[in-house]
């Protein structure tokens, strides 16, 4: 298939599956990259800050750094203004032009594999309907961007070690660092570049009379992974006091790993003791460090130092001395991977390492309904949360419906490693991985594409931290690739058709009835699901059908829902004409406790809408209490709950609450709380203290005419008092 035709191919699909959504409005998070963002407001002018700004910095919580798509949408703000039209469009045509690249990518590192297996793998990634929310939504375009210039340094990599360019390599870099400035996904192409090269620039045969002829003549590359195995292990504080733990264990990680290439002898593993030593290894720091901690440090220790003596005794010796033979007999592939993933990690680190330092802490509360890893749990809870996860993954892959906006507790269970569905996604992880295993002689298709999954989604997987929602769709975004060149494999397979033919694929009666098994029913998901992104109402009347077990997503629902109602209120509209979404409101926070009690701010709400709209302060004193019980730093539950207790007549319980909320320095309450002291003062006599009250009130909403009114009157009444007292 000629490039051209293919990228006319895919950008028709694209506009068919997505054109509807150039007129759709902004969505659920958008705020946090274009909508109504401030710096993105200033357009050209607010690039510099935002490149200097957390990703997420309001209401006192900071987190993340991101900037790429932000200026970029600063960019189009200054040129098309805040139209949401625009952006819609920019993403369906960066979708595009993402699956285009991919095509050009796997052209060039399969050169010998068939054009028609190519376009068909990313035929069926294109219409996948898991990308539905990537495309759909303009705060995704993150995920696009940061798949989109990983696939570019992808390419440059490939290029430099077919053409040996050095511009190559330097832009392969620069565009992982944009990548990684888009989201910190970008970091799992450090193992997919090394691991694609390995795959298709090494054949079996070569790879095994190279390692045959001169086996381990790299002692000092034994020595490097051993320091890797122990970093992982023991964390050094003062290296992840400055690149904090999880990128720490990360650039551990994936440099162990590509190090590990070198002494892999694939085509003979049962007589590789290093090998066998290695991969040993590997897992049981990953798992001990993970789950056991300090006892993992010590039996690390204790296996880092077997595989010390086990090298000097074997390799030292005899060969110490013939490092530069050693160095020499490495294949070329196995080298450049090494340097490459080495400086880019060294480069990504540095890039987190400069923000981290310059930008303020970073502070995001997490909670319960999150994800239960956030709170104490045991190894069965975190093994069974991860095997759950992937299982899902795996469903949504398969079988992508139904698609929702939020997942979180309790739509993934909080389960232990026993349930069976941990257990049936155990037994099927370990079949792709033995699955890997057995094609990597060969340079299986099958198998490259089941470790561009594996690799794409062990990030996301909880294994190495907690997931704010536990599970997303557009986690599956990269990891998604793999999948579709996995089934096109199988269509191939099945259909009995040499993947290496050139034949056209219109010529190719069995592949396309197989394909289209595929593409019809994930084309028509992806269009049935685009009108349900045309704003928050319409997405969260279409998914909250099925969210029932989300606490979240009924709590994000029901706050839609009462901030209409509020609305309403502030033009005066009938509370009898909204009772209907009131109270539908109510239900929704009431499910949202059912599923997860812990949720703080389902309680507040709850008060807020008794003691607003209801004047039911009794019922309204409940609920903040419920809320404060768990989670004593949401500053309006104690001025709201002083508010009821006011009209309660429980004054002194008033004063201790409305004091508890000066202490949080609500600047745009602060009014309000000395408004309400100054009313309790004054009830108990205490004139002096309900004038300086008062003062505080007008400091700082100084037009209050009521306040200078009840100032003036207690006034009155303190010369009174004291001609009396004369």
């Known amino acids: 298939m000629k490039t051209k035709w293919a990228i006319i191919i895919f950008v028709l699909i694209a506009f068919i599956l997505y054109g509807k959504s150039i ?38 919580q900071a987190f993340g750094y991101r900037p790429f798509t932000i200026a970029v949408f600063a960019l189009e703000t200054s040129v098309f203004g805040q139209n949401p039209r625009i952006h819609h469009t920019i993403n369906i045509l960066l979708y595009a032009l993402l699956v285009i690249v991919l095509f050009r990518l796997l052209k060039q590192l399969m050169p010998k594999i068939s054009d028609s297996f190519i376009f068909l793998g990313l035929l069926i990634f294109i219409v996948h309907p898991i990308h539905t929310e990537v ?41 992982l660092v944009i990548s990684f400035l888009s989201k910190e996904t970008a970091i799992v192409f450090l193992a997919i570049i090394p691991i694609s ?11 095994n009379e190279t390692m045959k002829a001169k086996p381990n003549k790299s002692p000092w590359l034994i020595g490097i992974q051993v ?82 003596l086990y090298t000097v005794k074997h390799q030292f010796p005899n060969r110490f001395m013939q490092w530069k033979k050693g160095i020499k007999a490495i294949p070329k592939v196995y080298l450049y991977s090494i340097l490459f993933t080495i400086i880019s990690a060294l480069v990504i680190a540095a890039v987190f390492y400069i923000p981290e330092t310059l930008l303020p802490k970073q502070n995001a509360p997490v909670f319960h309904w999150q994800n239960p890893l956030f709170a104490e749990h045991s190894v069965s809870t975190h093994l069974g949360i991860v095997l ?13 419906h139904p698609l929702r906006f939020y997942y979180g507790f309790a739509v993934i269970p909080d389960v232990g490693i026993f349930h069976p569905i941990s257990i049936i996604s155990l037994l099927i992880h370990l079949l792709l991985m033995y699955m890997v295993y057995r094609g990597i002689k060969k340079r299986s298709i099958l198998s490259f594409s089941i470790l561009i999954y594996f690799i794409g989604i062990l990030p996301f997987s909880n294994i190495f931290f907690p997931l704010t929602g536990i599970i997303a769709e557009r986690l599956l975004f990269i990891p998604s690739l793999g999948f579709s060149l996995a089934m096109a494999f199988l269509i191939f397979k099945i259909s009995k058709t040499d993947i290496y033919s050139n034949k056209p694929i219109i010529k190719q009666a069995g592949i396309i009835a197989l394909s289209l098994i595929i593409v019809i029913p994930f084309s028509t998901l992806s269009i049935q699901r685009t009108p349900d992104w045309e704003n928050r109402e319409t997405l969260y009347e279409a998914d909250i059908p099925n969210l029932t077990k989300s606490a979240k997503a009924n709590n994000l629902y029901a706050n839609h829902l009462i901030a209409k109602v509020y609305e309403g209120m502030k033009h ?21 406790l059912i599923v997860d009690s812990t949720y703080a701010n389902a309680y507040h709400n709850l008060g807020y809408i008794y003691m607003i709209i209801g004047r039911d302060y009794n019922t ?20 709201n709950r002083g508010v ?10 008033s004063l201790s609450d409305l004091e508890s909320s000066k202490s949080f320095n609500m600047e745009k309450e602060m009014d309000k709380i000395f408004y309400y002291s100054g009313q309790i003062y004054e009830i108990k006599g205490e004139y002096e203290k309900a004038i300086e009250a008062y003062d505080s009130a007008l400091f700082y909403n100084p037009s209050q005419a009521n306040i200078i009114e009840k100032q003036a009157e207690l006034n009155r009444k303190l010369d009174t008092i004291n001609v009396n007292s004369r």
């Open 23 to 60: 007129n759709h409005q902004y969505n659920i998070d958008d705020n946090y990259v274009v909508h109504n963002h401030e710096l993105v407001k200033k357009g050209i002018k607010g690039i510099p800050d935002i490149f200097k700004s957390r990703y997420h910095n309001e209401r006192d």
């Open 135 to 175: 495309v759909l939504s303009l705060k995704n375009r993150e995920e696009i961007f940061c798949f989109f210039f990983g696939a570019l340094a992808w390419k440059q990599a490939i290029r430099y070690y077919d053409k040996q360019k050095v511009y190559s390599i330097i832009l392969s870099i620069l565009f």
């Open 197 to 207: 090269l390995f795959f298709f620039r090494v054949k079996a045969s070569e790879n």
């Open 227 to 308: 320091i890797c195995f122990l970093l992982i292990a023991f964390q050094f504080d003062f290296i992840t006091s400055i690149i904090g733990s999880t990128l720490y264990n990360v650039i551990a990680f994936v440099t162990i790993t590509s190090i590990a290439f070198t002494q892999c002898k694939f085509n003979d593993f049962r007589h590789s003791p290093i090998l066998k030593t290695s991969i040993g290894l590997l897992v049981l720091t990953i798992i001990i460090s993970i789950l056991f901690k300090g006892l993992g440090k010590v039996a690390i220790a204790f296996t880092s130092l077997s595989l010390i």
């Open 388 to 400: 759950y996860s992937l299982a899902f993954y795996l469903k949504l892959l398969f079988i992508p």
């Open 572 to 592: 005066q509209v009938p509370l009898q004409q909204m009772d209907e979404i009131i109270q539908l409101s109510i239900k929704h926070y009431n499910q949202t």
């Open 620 to 639: 309204a004193e409940r609920y903040f209490t419920g809320c404060i019980e768990r989670d004593t730093t949401i500053p309006e539950a104690y001025m």
């Open 644 to 653: 009821c207790r006011f009209y309660l007549k429980k004054y002194d319980e």
